[in-house]
């Protein structure tokens, strides 16, 4: 199964920094990335910039479409009463069968906010202690994941937040 995980990062540099440290990591067969997307939000900025790095066509995964629909449904949809709650509904639903419920998009929401940034990323396969190494003193903090609640402490505990 893939492991979703969303990275929040307390600059708005950190998902980018974190993003070359897992592309290296892959290169060196650590780890297996199968999507990812960068999320920025500079101090000051009404709307947080994305990176989308969709390897759909090189994978034949189909996590590269939702990058689009999940990032505008939490970023760029107006925080308005009825109209936020229901476009994190709408995601919700398509969300679910991967493993990402309608709390933890709400948790991303209200998590990522101006002068921070974060990394959405969807693995398989790797060595979490060694690509844990290189993510240590990065000051970021797992926001969502589909994992079991055994494999997120595990992570918690490779990854130092």
């Known amino acids: 199964m893939a492991a979703f995980t969303v990275w929040k990062f307390e600059d708005p540099a950190g998902a980018q920094h974190a993003a070359e ?10 780890i297996k990335i199968l999507d990812y997307a960068v999320v920025t939000w500079p101090e000051g900025a009404s ?4 990176d989308r790095h969709n390897e759909e066509v090189r994978r034949g995964t189909g996590w590269g479409a939702l990058w689009g629909v999940l990032l505008g449904a939490l970023f760029f949809v107006p925080v308005i009463g009825g109209v936020a709650g229901a476009a ?4 919700a639903k398509m969300t679910q069968d991967a493993g990402i419920s309608k709390d933890q998009l709400e948790t991303i929401r209200t998590q990522v906010t101006p002068g921070t940034s974060a990394l959405f990323v969807v693995t398989e396969e790797g060595d979490l202690d060694r690509v844990g190494e290189r993510f240590h003193h990065m000051n970021s903090k797992l926001i969502a994941t589909n994992l079991t609640d055994a ?4 992570m918690l505990e490779t990854f130092g937040s």
């Open 151 to 154: 494999e997120r402490r595990v």
């Open 47 to 50: 709307k947080p910039e994305t």
């Open 88 to 91: 994190i509904g709408a995601i």
């Open 21 to 30: 440290k897992l592309r290296d990591s892959e290169r060196e067969q650590l």
